[in-house]
């Protein structure tokens, strides 16, 4: 069978078993630092996510920050996690900050973790989003700018972390919250935005807590399945329930940072959404699951470490005939023009078909216990759900992460390119993809998780387990 998916960088580590008394390997032990750092815009710029806003930020309502965990196993195997309060990954800024993160720290691509909030109350990050999005250019260039002083801020602060690397302890445990609600409504012909309360969720909270030798808790990394749109499009920067969230646990643990890793919330609104009242109770809600997480004894785990990833081929189904991309070009609907006339641009040939998407897929293993898996994009719940359900080993949790390494396009599920709606097809004009992706979406994602997980356990995952 054809693997659809290039490997392009894997390494796994299987030493574990030096690691036993005698062996000469030392004491095993983690090393963690952590470090945060500003990255509120200095400038006004243009903001991220709704497209009705009419003018620039108005000063910061709640900082922005980058946060990084940096873990060593015991045979100095690096990890180095960085999320950030903004919207989305485009290619330009996982170039730069892969490129420092190589050239600074030799930190190669699958050692690093980047993962996006995905905020709404954040500025845009690249020039190219800004022209498609038809907004004047000249916050495109501010928009540079602002990601100039980003990677400096982010090169720093993995310097930090790095100098700051001390024995730790690192243990799992898991929770519960309630207020992410699946946003696929029915309409009887098809489905349209709208919270929906019978449609699939994932509540879990998982957290990784990080725990310094004297006992102090270092650092905290919590995840969620849920947009991070719970304030609506105010001018005002801020980081939405995430950045809440990541406040409240930092004030109550000062020497702790906390680091939110967005899970797959690409179909899941926070209930209720649109004021500053709904942002924070949802961020408290979120920070009173991870206390109750921690409240339980954690699944300790062993100082081993490996982490690998590939770059997921997607197809895109076909393009839309010429005729109906020269109707929607003469359209006057901004966004609908001004994609059809790119993909004429792009693709001026009859049987033009645009190169795959790729999708970073990482898998990271911790203590032989843990499997993290982070998707690129914004992936619907039904990733989380399924990856769960089938990697599930006894005394063995998984945490399925998204908004990871590139962040630029929704990943629906088949049911959810099937049924049609926002997620995967209506919002590629939005996100400058040229169609949706094809039909084997799921099945290219899920086999390169699985071809990933069965390298790292040592084992060969058949397809029905
Ligand atoms: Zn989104």
Known sequence: MLIPCRVVLLTIVSWWMCLVPGSGAGVAEWKAGVAKARITPDEPVWMAGYASRSGPSEGALVDLYARALVLNDARDRRLAIVTLDLIEIPDSLRDLLLG???????????????????????????????????????????ADNYVRTLVSRVDQLLGEAIAGQRSATVGYSHARC??????????????????????????????????????????LVLGYACHNTALGDTRQLHGDYAGFAQRKLEGDHPEAVALFLMGCGGDQDPAPRRNLQDAEQNGLALASAVEAGMSAAPLNLEPVLSSSQEQCALAFSALPDRGELQARAQSGDGFVSRHARWILQQWPNPGDQPADYLLPVQVVMLGQRLTLVALGGEPVVDYSLRLKRELAREGSPVWIAGYSNRVNAYVPSRRVLQEGGYEGTEAVIYQSLPCPFAGDVEERIVESVRRQVSAAWGTVLSPSQ
């Not at 993160?101 to 709404?120: D, I």
């Open 178 to 219: 309630g207020f992410a609600m699946n946003r696929r409504l029915p309409t009887g012909g098809g489905f349209r935005l709208g919270p929906n309360p019978d449609g699939p969720v994932d509540h879990d909270v998982p957290v990784l807590r990080i725990d310094g030798a004297n006992g102090t808790l270092m650092g």
């Open 100 to 142: 420092i993160a190589m050239k600074n720290h030799g930190l190669r691509p699958e050692q690093v973790l980047l993962n996006v909030s995905h905020t709404h109350g954040g500025p845009m990050v690249s020039a190219k989003t800004v022209a498609d999005w038809g907004i004047d250019p000249v916050w495109g260039d501010r």
